[in-house]
């Protein structure tokens, strides 16, 4: 048995606190790195708490770091909160951030009570949505003192499941210069950058079939000229590389460039390519952690599903469970099956079958911090499976 009941009903306690948080940033959302509302919101409910903060932290407005408690032992939970455009929380990261502080507030009323030592964090983690934010706080010594971490995510469909693992994220940015001239007049003096672009998409198009089922590309142009009439001398698209193994996304890195490189030979173009340095990177999920979450949930009576393959999608999250040992388990907030970043998750990360998962992943996920502060033998089987 886990703790995880107990952590629950210390949850349930302050409900109408969390449920608040959730439904107040769910009406605001903002977009990556103007979190302002979400995080400041955050910050009060954990100094309230007697939660240590330093906010903004390591120079991004909207990050902040709080922690609490004493001991050699520091385990962090991860809040996310950034929306998306157009349709608000459609990832539901209100429900994220508001199952971290959750979690974070239980741990401590319970390690205070029974007085167990150990330094628990809650990581404000900005712009997960394209912006990277871990991978620049990781970059800055986020993790440096920290020995584990975790988070929950909600997911669109009914069912509960652990940390698949997802691919790693390289975005890129190409833009081709041609010579601009009059398409029904003067075309041979025209240098076609839009010629150009298509024939990187057709080219990528012939590339998939190639691709290993682990990998994925795909983008959208998003300056392709301006008039009919008029030769583009400038065309813009990005693009997505993706891969569950870290290490094949830089054979696609290089492929794409010969890409490119073809198309201006074929067009008399010149190029320009972005590689961004914020690659995300594939979730390293940690078996042991993994496990426990399944069976803190089976404590409550609920199932966890296992998934049979790494998720298509990618997070910034990656970037930490490389570093350091951590899970990003899911739990289920939709009555049937949907895709993420949809109008219908939007509307489940503010609905009570939404509200109610992410208070149990909370448990859950406290169950896990608890057993790594209290349990030698755990935390050795965490750190073996992160070394393997």
């Given at each position: 048995m886990t703790r995880c009941k107990d952590i629950l009903s210390i949850i349930e306690r302050d409900r109408d606190t969390y449920l608040d948080l959730a439904r107040r940033i769910w009406e605001r959302p903002e977009l990556s790195f103007e979190e302002h509302y979400a995080a400041a919101e955050q910050v009060k409910l954990l100094e309230s708490w007697g939660f240590s903060?330093?906010?903004?932290?390591?120079?991004?407005?909207?990050?902040?770091?709080?922690?609490?408690g004493e001991g050699d032992i520091v385990f962090a939970l991860a809040?996310?909160?950034?929306?998306?455009?157009?349709?608000?929380?459609?990832?539901?990261?209100?429900?994220?951030c508001t199952a971290a502080l959750a979690s974070a507030n239980a741990l401590r009323q319970l390690m205070t009570k029974e007085r167990i030592p150990g330094k628990l964090v809650v990581l404000g983690t900005p712009a997960e949505e394209g912006g990277s934010g871990k991978v620049l706080l990781e970059r800055q010594g986020a993790l440096d003192d920290i020995h584990a971490c975790m988070m929950v995510h909600p997911k669109s469909s009914p069912t509960y499941t652990t940390d698949p693992g997802?691919?790693?994220?390289?975005?890129?940015?190409?833009?081709?210069?041609?010579?601009?001239s009059h398409a029904g007049g003067m075309p041979e003096q025209g240098i076609n950058a839009l010629d150009a672009m298509n024939l990187v998409y057709a080219a990528v198009g012939c590339w998939r079939q190639q691709l290993p089922e682990d990998a994925r590309i795909h983008g959208v142009i998003t300056a392709g000229g301006d008039r009919p009439n008029i030769i583009p001398d400038h065309t813009q698209a990005k693009f997505y590389l993706r891969c569950v193994r870290n290490t094949y996304l830089e054979t696609m890195k290089?492929?794409?460039?010969?890409?490119?490189?073809?198309?201006?030979?074929?067009?008399?173009?010149?190029?320009k390519i972005d590689f961004a340095d914020t690659a995300t990177a594939a979730r390293k999920p940690n078996g042991p952690m993994n496990k426990l979450y399944m069976k803190a949930l089976k404590d409550l009576g609920i199932e966890c599903t296992v998934p049979a393959k790494p998720g298509g999608g990618s997070t910034d999250f990656g970037n930490f469970s490389i570093?350091?040992?951590?899970?990003?388990?899911?739990?289920?907030?939709?009555?049937?099956?949907?895709?993420?970043?949809?109008?219908?998750?939007?509307?489940?990360?503010?609905?009570?079958?939404?509200?109610?998962?992410?208070?149990?992943?909370?448990?859950?996920?406290?169950a896990i911090a608890l057993e790594y502060y209290t349990n030698p033998d755990f935390r050795a089987e965490v750190d073996a499976d992160f070394r393997r």
């Amino acid at each position: 048995m886990t703790r995880c009941k107990d952590i629950l009903s210390i949850i349930e306690r302050d409900r109408d606190t969390y449920l608040d948080l959730a439904r107040r940033i769910w009406e605001r959302p903002e977009l990556s790195f103007e979190e302002h509302y979400a995080a400041a919101e955050q910050v009060k409910l954990l100094e309230s708490w007697g939660f240590s903060v330093t906010f903004p932290y390591l120079g991004l407005e909207t990050a902040f770091r709080a922690e609490w408690g004493e001991g050699d032992i520091v385990f962090a939970l991860a809040s996310e909160y950034d929306a998306l455009p157009g349709i608000g929380h459609g990832c539901g990261h209100n429900l994220i951030c508001t199952a971290a502080l959750a979690s974070a507030n239980a741990l401590r009323q319970l390690m205070t009570k029974e007085r167990i030592p150990g330094k628990l964090v809650v990581l404000g983690t900005p712009a997960e949505e394209g912006g990277s934010g871990k991978v620049l706080l990781e970059r800055q010594g986020a993790l440096d003192d920290i020995h584990a971490c975790m988070m929950v995510h909600p997911k669109s469909s009914p069912t509960y499941t652990t940390d698949p693992g997802c691919t790693a994220n390289q975005r890129a940015t190409i833009d081709f210069y041609g010579k601009a001239s009059h398409a029904g007049g003067m075309p041979e003096q025209g240098i076609n950058a839009l010629d150009a672009m298509n024939l990187v998409y057709a080219a990528v198009g012939c590339w998939r079939q190639q691709l290993p089922e682990d990998a994925r590309i795909h983008g959208v142009i998003t300056a392709g000229g301006d008039r009919p009439n008029i030769i583009p001398d400038h065309t813009q698209a990005k693009f997505y590389l993706r891969c569950v193994r870290n290490t094949y996304l830089e054979t696609m890195k290089v492929r794409f460039k010969n890409i490119v490189d073809g198309a201006c030979l074929m067009t008399d173009c010149t190029s320009k390519i972005d590689f961004a340095d914020t690659a995300t990177a594939a979730r390293k999920p940690n078996g042991p952690m993994n496990k426990l979450y399944m069976k803190a949930l089976k404590d409550l009576g609920i199932e966890c599903t296992v998934p049979a393959k790494p998720g298509g999608g990618s997070t910034d999250f990656g970037n930490f469970s490389i570093v350091r040992p951590g899970i990003h388990p899911y739990f289920g907030i939709c009555d049937n099956e949907y895709a993420g970043h949809s109008v219908e998750m939007t509307a489940a990360a503010n609905s009570e079958r939404g509200q109610q998962a992410c208070l149990n992943a909370a448990a859950a996920m406290g169950a896990i911090a608890l057993e790594y502060y209290t349990n030698p033998d755990f935390r050795a089987e965490v750190d073996a499976d992160f070394r393997r």
